[in-house]
């Protein structure tokens, strides 16, 4: 970074500017040529620059930005290049970046696509396959490999938990339409069975790599632990000021989907990253926070949505279907 020109100015990071190899200021997103070397600047300037291009109901449009690889808190050079980040915007330009935090909530729809036999065999296409199956089996063939693309860059070195509501749904889900193969992989994946919950993680991932013909990061965190109950109680935390008002909305949205409804609020609560496949219901939430937002300042649930998903395959005579994978 001081190669390529950054001067961190002398201010406490959330006032100062970005300023380049000269020493002039940015005024707000320009970034210098020196700057222009490193390329998470250069892409949000171009970002910041496209928001005000254009309005949406009358303001510019947010920016948000995750970063997977990035601990805030853990590096204060890194957290002051964060806080820079933020202000490129200057006023009229809202910039969020997310850091996954060390501890990942992840929802039914993920664990469902961990123990899918799409995401980890070779599928031939079934007459009872329906279009979206069929489109995801076609997916994995032509290279679009949810373990590749997903789970080895996001879900790896980081702690991995889900509430009981969503380990519930993931488990009555799998055990309704499951094929063997995705039974057995939910089975190591939260480690429920007797067999799976005296083996270490290493195990796990062993037994999890035999039933896959991708190669799994070896230090995704094995098993994903599964949360006690959690009575959430939004009231009390809008009250104490935990939440924002704007979740009683999102609370009322969501009370008839337990396991989505515990994921999200008690990521937010907890200040977790929820990591979800769902990105209707994202989208969703997203709106209903910004129609409901009393403030600039109120954000909602640190959310990390995978772009594309994979289902089970639904019983049926897969036997034949279905190769690569042990156990079947």
Known sequence: MAESGWDWGDGDGSTDKLSGADGEDDKGCDVSDGEGAISLVRIISGLVEASRAVRYKYRH????VVLTRIDEGANTDVDRLLEKLRNMGGHDVVINI????????????????LASDI????????????????????????????????????????????TWDAAQHFRQIVSLIGSKTEVLRASIILGIEDEEAKASGADLLH???????????????????????IKLDVQEAVNNGRLPRAALAIDKDLFSLPANRSTFLYGWLSCSTVVTSNGALTTRLERLMEQKRETDD???????????????????????????????
């Open 61 to 64: 449009p947010r920016l948000s």
């Open 98 to 113: 997310h850091c996954l935090s060390p501890t990942l909530l992840i929802d039914t729809s993920v664990l469902i696509a």
């Open 119 to 162: 995401a980890n065999s070779f599928v031939q296409i079934q007459p009872w396959h329906r279009g979206d199956i069929r489109a995801q089996i076609e997916e994995e063939v032509s290279g679009k490999s949810f373990i590749g693309l997903n789970v080895s860059p996001v879900l790896r070195s980081r702690a991995l938990v889900c």
């Open 207 to 229: 037994r999890l790599q035999r039933l896959s013909i991708h190669k799994l990061p070896l230090d995704l965190k094995l098993p994903i632990r599964v949360l006690d109950h």
């Open 298 to 328: 109120e954000t909602g649930p640190s959310v990390f949505v995978f772009r594309f998903n994979r289902a089970l395959t639904t019983k049926g005579r897969r036997s034949q279907g279905i190769v690569g994978a042990d156990g079947d």
